[in-house]
T-cell receptor
């Protein structure tokens, strides 16, 4: 099966700085890579995703990059704000067969943005 | 749309008791999943379903059963509760959003304590 490793486990930045979270995956057949944000006591919510035929995707202050050869992908948050403080999870999805809809998650990164 | 709903929100069980966590979605999504979330371990897949009548095991299926008789409902049954099953349980549903993108929606979670 798929294995996803996420680093760092905690990240502390000053407001306005950039934050980068990195994930690696094990199965080269994975083709979809979403990122989820989970605020304290709430459910995870999708913030951005990327497919394996795309190298980079941006949405305002958030961007995701994918390196298929190295099997890693990263979340970049620019101009961080205190409301970006949350736990962020990366995930990967295998192609085909009974793996449809099955995501494997990383362990999570606790991001703290200090005002 | 109510989205993904879960009941109950909180539950305390004694070791050896059984119970069913309910999950329902009204978005006509074909894929549904159950995850457990433990500190420092991210979201781990328990069971998932690619449609009514079709289920499969995830990473941590032992001690749990599922069934999917309708598109809308995906209950998770704990057969004989153990303290190791103390966790927050999330149900999620997803659909194929064009190509290989799968947007996954989470329910609000059930916090289960087994004493």
């Amino acid at each position: 099966g798929e294995n996803v490793e996420q680093h760092p486990s905690t990240l502390s930045v000053q407001e306005g700085d950039s934050a980068v979270i990195k994930c690696t995956y094990s199965d080269s057949a994975s083709n979809y890579f979403p990122w989820y944000k989970q605020e304290l006591g709430k459910r995870p919510q999708l913030i951005i995703d990327i497919r394996s035929n795309v190298g980079e995707k941006k949405d305002q202050r958030i961007a995701v990059t994918l390196n298929k050869t190295a099997k890693h992908f990263s979340l970049h948050i620019t101009e961080t704000q205190p409301e970006d403080s949350a736990v962020y999870f990366c995930a990967a999805r295998l192609t085909g067969g009974t793996s449809y809809g099955k995501l494997t998650f990383g362990q999570g990164t606790i991001l703290t943005v200090h005002p | 749309n109510a989205g993904v709903t879960q009941t109950p929100k909180f539950q305390v069980l004694k070791t050896g008791q059984s119970m069913t966590l309910q999950c329902a979605q009204d978005m006509n999504h074909e894929y549904m999943s159950w995850y457990r979330q433990d500190p420092g371990m991210g979201l781990r897949l328990i069971h998932y379903s690619v449609g009514a009548g079709i289920t499969d095991q995830g990473e941590v299926p032992n001690g749990y059963n599922v069934s999917r008789s309708t598109t809308e409902d995906f209950p998770l049954r704990l057969l004989s509760a153990a303290p190791s099953q103390t966790s927050v349980y999330f149900c999620a549903s997803s659909y194929r959003r064009g190509g290989t993108s799968y947007e996954q929606y989470f329910g609000p979670g059930t916090r289960l304590t087994v004493t």
